[in-house]
């Protein structure tokens, strides 16, 4: 629901996480912006002229998360099509690919089908399905099924013959899964089948679900090689209706600026790959995989990374990388360091220049991004999926180089800004359990606090936008913030004397929901952003 933004609207009888009063109960909202936090004393003086009145019942009011890395279209067809994450086995996917196949036969006439999710890394068969096995499960249709890191994909015999000069691009493969150049074209080849309205469709999918779950802003990432500038238009012209969470797009090609700017978008980059994913076998490592005699892709040099970062930084606009592997992460260095040499290190820093996943850090590397200003918008969803003894990254990459990968304790005793996301459909929209999958991190001395963990998941995505004002539930601020309901606040950090001084009413911590594993997360029951109601309960 949408209405009128210069109501004011007063929330009285719960909590307000507000570092403006650690105490406060309520709140008042003049139509864009927060007014006033305080108790619900001195909000009776309120009542009488506000538009709505809204009782609380003891429910929580944080700021609105901010979910600084998706990608919309793709995210809502799987929402609203063949998701195939969490599937347990290669049989039950074909089953699955199969039944959908059968649900849509007619529907899709010409058309191409759009899946996501598979993971064969936890599947008793321990791969991917063949082509021979596709092209029977989908009846002979066009299919495209993309791996849960969206960095390889399977593809039907149907889908290949509509993707012009596909044998001759690296990374194409006759039965097997597709990556690199053949997979960027049968993704583009299945895009390209999708009809305005069939966009639209899973792009308001996407933002309908973002708001039900207190998602107030997304960071689009988008590219000429995860989608098209089409695709972003539309986008942004669908969050400019103002029904649902606000969308700031990132365009992820190099040389990128004029195309970036003529499409409204906050930076180059975003998905700009330097390399591919870990699940893939195509991060870019120092050192070969623990399961593959190769060290995976490199799609761009230092030279390259500075040419675009000094370019960005003379337009005054922010780039962007998505680099995954410790060789992928120190090309991205490389080439920073080098366009600060040429453009000035404080002008470079000014900029908050983004890298996206940055998994495989060492001290140096994090060092690095301190020094050089930039922003690491990471996914924690990725270690709660593929972290652990037994999980995926202990497969590629062997126990010891696993343990070292998304340190975010580390990151932030260096001073290195943090933006957690999702980047969905790899892992899905769920902010609380992002910002639990970051408290209780697979290798406990990567686990930061609760509110740490928040405040990169709705303060983080604004400063990564350079606006540092916003995120949080202040007089002046924008009002954009959740209602949710809960039973216990609770101070949660790694250092039990940390959390026991916090929870001590002297130290003016305001509490947040308990997050431990096993305990049902948060219920959203209302989302405003800038003082539109965009999801109620």
Not at 272 to 277: N, R
Not at 376 to 402: H, K
Not at 481 to 491: F, H, K
């Amino acid at each position: 629901m949408t209405e009128r933004t210069n109501r004011t609207v007063l929330l009285r009888g719960g909590a307000v996480y507000s570092p403006a009063d650690p105490f406060a109960t309520a709140m008042l909202v003049e139509g864009e912006h927060i007014a006033w936090v305080g108790s619900d004393g001195a909000a009776q003086a309120y009542a009488e002229s506000a538009d709505e009145v809204v009782e609380l019942g003891g429910a929580l009011v944080t700021p609105a998360f901010v979910d600084a890395h998706v990608h919309a279209t793709s995210t809502g067809l799987a929402l609203t099509g063949l998701d195939l994450t969490g599937c347990p086995s290669l049989a039950e996917a074909l089953e699955r690919i199969s039944a959908f196949a059968r649900s849509v036969a007619g529907a899709h006439s010409g058309g191409v089908l759009i899946g996501h999710g598979w993971d064969e890394s936890g599947w008793p068969e321990g791969r991917p399905p063949t082509l021979a096995e596709l092209d029977s499960a989908a009846d002979g249709a066009a299919v495209y099924l993309s791996r849960t890191d969206v960095h390889s994909a399977v593809a039907s015999s149907a889908l290949r013959e509509l993707t012009e000069g596909l044998t001759g691009l690296t990374g194409h493969h006759p039965t097997a899964p597709l990556t690199r150049d053949a997979h960027h074209a049968v993704r583009q080849a299945a895009l390209a089948h999708l009809t305005p309205d069939q966009r639209r469709a899973a792009q308001r999918a996407t933002l309908r679900r973002a708001a039900e779950l207190g998602i107030g802003s997304l960071h689009e990432c988008a590219g000429p090689e995860i989608s098209s500038a089409e695709d972003l238009a539309a986008l942004l012209a669908l969050a400019a209706e103002g029904e649902g969470p606000e969308v700031f797009g990132y365009w992820g090609e190099l040389g990128g600026v004029e195309t970036a700017r003529r499409l409204g978008a906050v930076g180059a980059g975003g998905d700009l790959f330097v390399d591919g994913a870990l699940g893939s076998r195509t991060a870019c490592l120092h050192s070969p995989y623990a399961d593959a005699e190769h060290t995976g892709t490199a799609y761009l040099t230092a030279e390259q990374v500075a040419d675009h970062v000094a370019a960005c930084t003379e337009a005054g606009l922010q780039a962007g990388f998505h680099a995954i592997g410790d060789a992928a992460l120190t090309a991205v260095l490389d080439g920073v360091r080098a366009a600060a040499d040429r453009v000035g290190i404080a002008r470079v820093r000014s900029m908050r220049h983004r890298v996206e996943h940055a998994e495989a850090l060492d001290d140096r590397t994090i060092a690095a991004f301190a020094e050089l200003g930039l922003t690491a918008s990471v996914q924690p969803a990725f270690d709660a999926c593929w972290g652990g003894p037994d999980g995926m990254y202990v497969q590629r990459l062997g126990a010891e180089r696993a343990a070292g990968l998304n340190p975010f304790a580390a990151m932030l005793r260096a001073g290195v800004p943090l933006a957690f996301g999702s980047d969905a459909p790899v892992t899905p929209l769920d902010p609380w359990g992002t910002v639990r999958a970051a408290a209780f991190h697979r290798t406990p001395e990567h686990r930061i606090s609760v509110r740490a963990a928040f405040t990169a998941h709705t303060r983080g995505g604004w400063r990564a936008l350079g606006r540092d004002q916003d995120g949080v539930l202040v007089p002046g601020a924008v009002a954009s913030y959740a209602v949710w309901e809960v039973t216990d606040l609770v101070v949660q950090a790694p250092d039990d004397r940390v959390a026991g001084w916090s929870t001590d009413p002297r130290s003016g911590t305001p509490g947040l929901p308990d997050l431990t594993p096993g305990v049902p997360l948060p219920a959203c029951l209302r989302t405003v952003v800038r003082g539109r109601t965009v999801h109620q309960r």
